[in-house]
Every structure is written in C-alpha cells, then in structure tokens.
C-alpha cells in the first residue's frame, strides 16, 4: 500500500513507523490513524519482526498530538479505521519503542509512555493539552498514565497541562532513556539489539503479564463518553480549538458549568 502520512520499513527483524507530517510536527489526523494501524497489523503479523519503533519525521516533534487545525468536514480528518493505536501497541506481541525527538504532546505523549520503551534525545518536551485546548481526554489513557508515573505525578500532567524537558520526564518515569540527539538511534539501536537477543514468546507473555495489570481499567466506562459525549461539538471545545490556533487567550464565558456527576451517579444507584 502506498502511505501518505506515514512511512513503513522492515529490515533486520526490525519495524519501523514514521509519522511522516513535519510540516504540523507530525500532529496526527484520522487518515495518519487508518495508515498507522495497516503497519502496526503488518507488524503484528510479521513472525520475523522482533521489534517496532515508532518515531517522527524531522527533528523538531515525535507527534504533537491531534492535528487542530486540519479540515474537520474533511475525509482525511475523520479516517475510516475503528481501530486505536494505543491499543495496537498494548496488543502488539513484540516490544514497541517509542523514538521521541522533539515534542510529544497531547496524544503523541498518550503513544510515547503506552510504549513498552521511550528512548528520547535531551532536546525532547513532553506534555498533555486536552483540558485547555477543549479536547475531552478522559477514560483508559489518561488513568494509565498513572500507572506509569503514579497518582500525583499523573493528575500533574494532565490537569495542569504543562511542558516537562527530557531531563525531567527521565526523573518521573516517562522516559527509559535519554541521549544526545546524535546518538538516539544508536541508542534505539541498543535497545533492539537486546530485545532481539531474548526469547521472543517470553518476551510476548512478559507484555501480556503487564498488560493485565491494568486490562480492568479498558471496561471502565469513559467519563466523557458517559456525561458529555457531546462535548466536542461544544461551544467551549470550539472556542478552546480556536484559541489554541490563534494563539490568543481563551474566552471564559464559554466554559460549560460543572456536571457535579459524580455525585449525581452515586445517589442515582443508591
């Protein structure tokens, strides 16, 4: 298959995915989703690849997250694929390696700590944006994030929205590992060199093992879906998408009240 927003290798037991959109810093759109998914299915497929990484074209971003400002009537915004690609690397029998180069925000963060690995240059940023920018990220990947760096560290992360460095993500637990920017591939290198030296059923019944730990967590309904699966046709979600593309200040008048739900389920069950 010809891709356009993705580029696919194999070579040497070894998979590789780049999210091929520098121009907008590899933000993905639904057609990035439908391409990627295709790969990680060949990938998953594939008895002769040990391992997948995952990284961006240039050397300014792994992925910025959800393309805002990209065409959303457009085909190519909505994509045809029901598939997630965090599941996909949950699912993936061999290790997948996030190669973090630049930024990671939003839900290119959400790819790089759902894989087994992330290997980042010093020159990497990390961070969530969904509260601000009016994207209703609730449900499996925001909880998991705790389970990566713990209950304050995540709550940090994804309620305050900030930037962390490379530095700072190695110290919390969002990164493996973290180079120069000239020695991320040797280093990414490293890392398939050991995985492809250790048993690869193992390795896959390892994952599986891990992967249990939090697979309660995916029947767990999404706050979103459950009290405001509207949301992103709001008039908040778009003033808050619109303010991030003019860079300008958000207008508070347009957020919507507090849903107090959580105390409004627990006496509807009582």
Known sequence: ?????????????IARIIINRPEVYNAIRGKTTDEMIIA?????NDDSIRVLIIEGAGPNAFCSGRDQ?????SPEYAGESEGNIDDMVRNMPKPVIAKVDGYAIGS???LAYTCDFTVASTRSTFGQTGPRVGSPATGFGVAYLAHVVGQKRAR??????????AQQAYDMGLANSIVHHDQLEAEVQRYCALIKNNSPVILELQKMTFNEVTDYMEDIPNPAATFMPEYSSSEESEERRLAFIERRRIDPSKNMPFLHAR????????
Do not use: C, P
């Not at 105390?263 to 069950?269: D, E, F, I, S």
């Open 69 to 73: 400002g990209e065409d959303r009537t």
């Open 108 to 110: 290119g963060n959400i």
């Open 1 to 13: 298959m010809q891709f356009t927003d993705i580029l696919y290798s194999k070579s040497d037991g």
């Open 40 to 44: 990680m299915e060949d990938t998953h």
């Open 263 to 270: 105390r409004a389920h627990k006496m509807a069950v009582q």
């Open 156 to 165: 940090e992360i994804w309620m305050l929205t900030q930037q962390y460095s």
